[in-house]
Every structure is written in structure tokens, then in C-alpha cells.
């Protein structure tokens, strides 16, 4: 499997519960809007390339992400809870990361914010889906994952899981 959606699934405690080493070859991974608060229990993705974090409530421990997802490409923290550009040095040891998008997390009323956040992270090409010419990012590929959808080895299509459970 390497694509994985999760959006919705509402975790009890703030943590990823379930995800496992099992799910080393997702390439994508979506996590919106599941009530996250913690990264801590996210296992190593070495060919994660894109994930998707948004609308949960996560303020810190970015840490995870730089030590067990690498190749990480594109990362989306927007609506979270981060207030300041220290939460992010963190993401300074992820070379790969390309696109960064913080949109309505507090970070961005600060002043100079596009400015210091691309002095912070020179590796990021776009942040907020802007360059730093504020030229918007173009959009690849038509389902906007960022990820390649030809045939695989077997000439089978990726397989890809979509959970959805409805909230009560």
C-alpha cells in the first residue's frame, strides 16, 4: 500500500494509535482532522513523501517527523496550534521537505513570517503554496497527491486505502 487516508477518524487521546511499521512503503499519508495533538507514536515511513496533518492540534514535537520520515516532500500543518518559528527548527534536518504549508496556524500573524520561516528552512521551495516570489505552486498532477499514479512493477495501479467513519 502507498497511500493511506485517515481523515476524520477521531483519535481518543491525542496520538497516533494503529499506524505501524507494517505501513513502511506509504509514500502518502493523510491525517486530517483527527484530533492529533502528538506525533510521538508515528513509526519510521522511510518512503513517505507527503503528508497531510491539518486541522488537528499539534503545537510541537516535530521532532518526530525529522528523525522517522526522512523523505518527506510536502508536509501541511495548517490549522494547527503552532505559535512560533522554534517549532519549526526542527524541520531544519529534513532536507527533502519542498513544501511546507502552515496556513492558519497562529505562527503566521507574526511579522516578517514568510521571510523568517524561508530563512529558517532554505530547503523549502514553497510555503503556504507560494514560492519565494510569491509565484503559487503549479499542481503537477490532476488529483493534487503529488504522487506518481502509473502502473507499478505488476502493472497494477497503486493500491490505496480510504477509511471514513462517521462522526456521531
Known amino acids: ?5 485517515l481523515d476524520n477518524c ?3 487521546d491525542g496520538k497516533i494509535l494503529g499506524l505501524t511499521a507494517d505501513f513502511k512503503n506509504l509514500e502518502f499519508l493523510s491525517m486530517i482532522n483527527v484530533n492529533l495533538v502528538s506525533l510521538d507514536n508515528l513509526p519510521k515511513l522511510g ?23 526522512p523523505n518527506l516532500t510536502h508536509l501541511n500543518l495548517s490549522g494547527n496550534k503552532i505559535k512560533d518559528l522554534g517549532t519549526l527548527e526542527p524541520l531544519k534536518k529534513m532536507a527533502q521537505l ?10 503566521t500573524m507574526l511579522m516578517e513570517y514568510r521571510d523568517s520561516v524561508l530563512e529558517l528552512l532554505p530547503q523549502i521551495t514553497y510555503l503556504d503554496g507560494f514560492d519565494a516570489d510569491d509565484q503559487e ?10 504522487l506518481d499514479d502509473d502502473l507499478d512493477e505488476e502493472g497494477e ?12
Open 137 to 146: 505552486a503549479l499542481d503537477s498532477d490532476a488529483d493534487g497527491d503529488g
Open 10 to 12: 477521531r483519535s481518543d
Open 157 to 168: 495501479s497503486p493500491s490505496r486505502l480510504l477509511v471514513t467513519i462517521p462522526l456521531p
Open 47 to 69: 518512503k513517505l513523501r507527503k503528508l497531510e496533518l491539518s486541522d488537528n492540534r499539534i503545537s510541537g514535537g516535530l521532532e518526530a517527523l525529522a528523525k522517522k520520515t
Open 1 to 5: 500500500m502507498k497511500e493511506l487516508v
Open 98 to 107: 519542498s513544501s511546507l504549508d502552515l496556513f492558519n496556524c497562529e505562527v
